[in-house]
C-alpha cells in the first residue's frame, strides 16, 4: 500500500523450533483501525511484539510511514511514534498515577515535558475515567484501572501508530460499553490503530477490517463481516467438525 502508516513484509519470528509468525505480511493505511484476531497462540501478540520492538524478528521487513523499524529496540521505536498496550498490564508501580503518564509524554513520540507534559497528563486521566486520582499509588490500583492508565500513558507520546493488546478484556459490560465508545472516539480523531481482540461486537463495531492469524500465518484480510464468515477463518475457532 502506497503510503502506508505500516508495513509489514514477510514477518517471521521463531523461536528455536518455533515459529510463532510464520512470513506474515500486511499493510495499514493511515488512520485505519484494523483488527488482529485469531484463536490463542495464532501468533497475535508476537506480532504486537515484533511492531513495538519488544522483539526481533527473524526475517522481514516492518516499517513505519516508510521508515524502516525491523529491529529497533523499543525505546527507539517508541520515540518515531509507536505505542502500545499490553495484554499482561504493564504499569510503573512505584509512581502515581499522573506520573505514570508523564512519563508516556516525555519518553514518547512528542517528548513533552514540565507543565505542558502535566496539562496532557491531566487531561487524558479524566478521558479514560480516572479524573480526580492523579496521585493515586498505582500500586493500589485495581487491575481495570490500571488498565486505564495505561492507555493513558501510551496516548501521552501522541503516538503516530497505537497497538492495544486485548485492551477490552476483563471489562463487565457497563465498561465495555464506555471502553468501545472511547476507542471508537480515538478512531474519530484520525489515530491509526491496530487491536488484538477476542470480544467480536468490538470488532465489528470498531473495525474498518481485521487480519486473522491462525499458528502464526495469516489466514484472512479485508472487511470483517466477510472475513468472519469464511470457512477457513470459522475453522480455525471452532475446528474442522464444527466450521
Not at 520515540?79 to 508501580?93: D, E, I, Y
Not at 474519530?188 to 492469524?213: N, P, Q, Y
Request: charged share 20%; hydrophobic share 50%; with cysteine.
Amino acid at each position: 500500500m502506497s503510503g502506508a502508516a505500516l508495513s509489514v513484509a514477510g514477518a517471521r519470528k521463531a523461536f528455536g523450533g518455533l515459529i510463532a509468525v510464520n512470513d506474515v505480511s500486511f499493510d495499514i493505511g493511515q488512520g485505519e483501525l484494523v483488527g488482529l484476531i485469531g484463536p490463542n497462540g495464532s501468533g497475535k501478540t508476537t506480532m504486537l511484539n515484533l511492531i513495538s520492538g519488544a522483539l526481533r524478528p527473524s526475517a522481514g521487513r516492518i516499517s513505519l510511514a516508510g521508515i524502516d523499524i525491523s529491529g529497533k529496540p523499543a525505546h527507539a521505536i517508541a520515540r518515531l511514534g509507536v505505542a502500545r498496550t499490553f495484554q499482561l498490564v504493564r504499569v510503573l508501580p512505584s509512581m502515581s498515577a499522573i506520573d505514570n503518564v508523564i512519563a508516556g509524554a516525555a519518553f514518547g513520540h512528542m517528548r513533552l515535558w514540565g507543565s505542558e507534559a502535566r496539562q496532557m497528563a491531566e487531561a487524558l486521566l479524566e478521558r479514560v475515567g480516572l479524573g480526580g486520582r492523579a496521585a493515586a499509588p498505582t500500586a493500589s490500583m485495581t487491575y481495570i484501572d490500571q488498565k486505564r492508565l495505561e492507555l493513558a500513558r501510551a496516548l501521552a507520546g501522541e503516538p503516530r501508530l497505537l497497538l492495544l493488546d486485548e485492551w477490552l478484556a476483563g471489562l463487565n459490560p457497563s465498561e465495555l460499553r464506555l471502553g468501545i465508545d472511547l476507542v471508537r472516539d480515538l478512531r474519530a480523531e484520525g489515530r491509526t490503530i491496530v487491536m488484538v481482540e477476542h470480544v467480536m461486537d468490538a470488532i465489528r463495531s470498531l473495525c474498518d477490517r481485521c487480519i486473522v492469524m491462525s499458528s502464526g500465518a495469516k489466514i484472512a484480510d479485508g472487511a470483517v463481516a466477510e472475513v468472519l464468515s469464511r470457512r477457513e477463518v470459522v475453522s480455525a475457532y471452532l475446528g474442522d467438525d464444527d466450521a
